[in-house]
């Protein structure tokens, strides 16, 4: 098992995130063959030498020494803390043009139990120049989550994952940063404490070594593993042209659940969202209601259905809703003129009034019954 995790620690530090070749090879053949043909330049996996130039500095078991040393984690598959949701990326690996190539395994920073989290997830993403809007739903979305029990995971940029992060914290939630850099290279510099909150009550994880740091490349990367980690990817402001939707496209690939939130149709921030749910299936979403609606237990976490304000009227039998639309507003409606505007017998519509008469809806005058005091 050691000669594994050093394996897999030294590709993390050799390959970049996300490489199909070599992740479909370490399915095959394991992680210490695998490292063994990288690091002897196997043309298949290698061909311009640049992986082997690469191991030739690289030690797994100084990548892991350093780790610890840190006080980091470093978990493979296999492990009791491993998150189980990850294990799907590696069924994905005979998909063909579907892969979702899985981490070699995950730098972890934080004391909560990264397996236990995961059990019951949802990744918050959107853009990073976030409107007010967009950052007032995407808190109020993550704290209710929170409260609702459900981890908030999402990317610690700028704009909506921040916010995401923050709105889970303030409630007492658990929240999980996927990084693209090492997990002891805080990504962006303003979120330092940001992520130090979040290590202290929740989860920094990472694929790459401590001491990465991030390349452009790896921010897409990485949120293939934000994907991975939940039952669903919720969008909150996306243009056409954005990150989060490039996690949205993981979650589908994943079979993961893939909702949007709708914003302003005037609003640039809001064009992915809306091109999500009609073009591509995602579920619209307002709340957190509507969340759990979609990712959680059939039964237990079900929305109720949403129904419009009940009023007086909506409680008033068939029979007394139609003698009282059929009476005149302009003066005194007799039971005879009601019979023949309803097709009724005159019994039903005599009853019908008595006990509308009670409810205040009509009252009786000289010639017929005139409209009461009530206000549909």
């Known amino acids: 098992m050691s000669r594994d995790r050093e394996a897999r620690a030294a590709l993390s530090a050799v390959v970049e995130p996300g490489e199909e070749t070599v992740a479909v090879r370490l399915e095959e053949a394991g992680a210490v063959a695998t490292w063994n043909a990288v690091r002897d330049g196997d043309d298949a996996l290698d061909k311009t030498g640049l992986l082997r130039r690469r191991a030739v500095r690289v030690d797994g078991a ?65 853009a990073r120049n976030a409107s007010r809007y967009g950052e007032r739903v995407a808190s109020d979305l993550a704290a209710d989550l929170a409260l609702s029990g459900w981890t908030v995971v999402s990317g610690a940029a700028f704009g909506i994952d921040g916010v995401a992060h923050r709105g889970a914290l303030t409630v007492g939630g658990v929240t999980i940063a996927v990084l693209a850099s090492g997990v002891d290279v805080p990504y962006p510099r303003g979120h330092t404490d940001l992520l130090d909150r979040i290590a202290a009550s929740g989860v920094v994880v990472s694929e790459v070594p401590p001491g990465s740091r991030p390349m452009r490349s790896w921010f897409l990367a990485r949120n293939r593993i934000i994907a991975a980690l939940t039952a669903g990817t919720v969008v909150v402001e996306a243009a ?137």
Not at 63 to 87: K, M, Q, S, T, Y
Not at 100 to 118: C, E, K, N, T
Not at 280 to 304: E, K, S
Request: charged share 20%; hydrophobic share 45%.
């Open 62 to 126: 100084g990548v892991l020494a350093r780790a610890e040393r840190l006080g980091i984690d470093f978990l493979c598959p296999g492990d009791p803390g491993w998150p189980a949701p990850l294990n799907a990326m590696a069924a994905t690996m005979t998909f063909g043009a579907d892969r979702v190539p899985p981490p070699f395994g995950l730098y972890v920073r934080g004391d909560v139990d990264l397996s236990g989290a995961v059990d019951h997830a949802v990744a918050i993403v959107g």
């Open 240 to 376: 056409a042209r954005s990150g989060a939707l490039n996690t949205a496209r993981w979650a589908d690939k994943l079979s993961r659940e893939v909702l949007a939130m709708p914003g302003p149709v005037t609003s640039a921030l809001s064009v992915g969202c809306h091109d999500l749910v009609r073009d591509h299936g995602a579920t619209l979403v307002t709340d957190a209601r509507d969340v759990l609606d979609a990712v959680g237990q059939l039964a237990a976490d079900a929305a109720p259905l949403r129904q419009g304000e009940e009023r007086p009227f909506d409680r008033l039998l068939p029979v007394q809703r139609m003698v009282r639309e059929h009476m005149s507003a302009e003066g005194p409606s007799s039971v005879d003129l009601l019979v023949r505007a309803t097709g009724l017998e005159g019994a039903r519509v005599r009853r019908a009034l008595r006990e509308l008469a009670i409810g205040g809806w009509v009252t009786q005058v000289p010639g017929g019954w005139c409209l009461g005091s009530r206000v549909p």
